[in-house]
């Protein structure tokens, strides 16, 4: 157990509906990253927060967007969702922003657009 | 920009036996770390090693050891004694330590297979 918990652990939806995605990093960690995992683009990053400041975007769709609360819990909304935005989505998190540190991740959640 | 390239997209090792997984990298930055990571049947990711670029001695996580070879670009991961457990996927990872976010970029990872 990485001490990440993400919420919901499975999401079946349809085409052109909106999701919500919930992590919760391990305690102390201020760094939260969002990534994508899926057949055809593999692990791709999408964004990362810290202490509740957008840090660093990647490939993510401008459907897409995440904020970091003041509790430090993290959520990504997914909007007008299509077939290909079926992945397996990962929070991480860490303690700080840069150096050595690692990235522990969460067990992901699994999204299904139908 | 930087890239991970994993070359063997599938694997088989004899329990017990040591096997090899490889990872070549490119970069421009002259500071980053390098990271290995097990993703099992289940799906969770977990975090196995880590290798920074300045680090002399190559790391080393009991049965897991990354061998770094900064010339090449090259930080492959090395499993002693497989065990029927070790049968996953297993990605390298890279972070650039700069200025501009901590995010990991992955190789398209090695399936490997342990045999009985």
Not at chain 2, 25 to 43: A, I, M, N, V
Not at chain 2, 91 to 116: E, I, Y
Request: aromatic residues 12%; negative net charge; contains cysteine.
């Amino acid at each position: 157990d990485s001490g990440v918990t993400q919420t919901p652990k499975h999401l079946i939806t349809a085409t052109g509906q909106r999701v919500t995605l919930r992590c919760s990093p391990r305690s102390g960690d201020l760094s939260v990253y969002w990534y994508q995992q899926s057949l055809d683009q593999g692990l791709q990053f999408l964004i990362q927060y810290y202490n509740g400041e957008e840090r660093a975007k990647g490939n993510i769709l401008e459907r897409f967007s995440a904020q970091q609360f003041p509790d430090l819990h993290s959520e990504l909304n997914l909007s007008s969702l299509e077939l290909g935005d079926s992945a397996l989505y990962f929070c991480a998190s860490s303690v700080g922003d840069g150096g050595s540190y690692e990235q522990y991740f969460g067990p992901g959640t699994r999204l299904t657009v139908t | 920009a930087q890239k991970i390239t994993q070359t063997q997209p599938g694997m088989f090792v004899q329990e017990k036996e040591a096997v090899t997984l490889d990872c070549t990298y490119d970069t421009s930055d002259q500071s980053y770390g390098l990271f290995w990571y097990k993703q099992p049947s289940s799906g969770e990711m977990i975090f196995l090693i880590y290798q920074g670029s300045y680090d002399e001695q190559n790391a080393t996580e009991g049965r897991y050891s990354l061998n770094f070879q900064k010339a090449r670009k090259s930080a492959n991961l090395v499993i002693s004694a497989s065990q029927l457990g070790d049968s996953a996927m297993y990605f390298c990872a890279m972070r650039a330590n700069n200025n501009a976010g901590n995010m990991l970029t992955f190789g398209g990872g090695t399936r490997l297979m342990v045999k009985p």
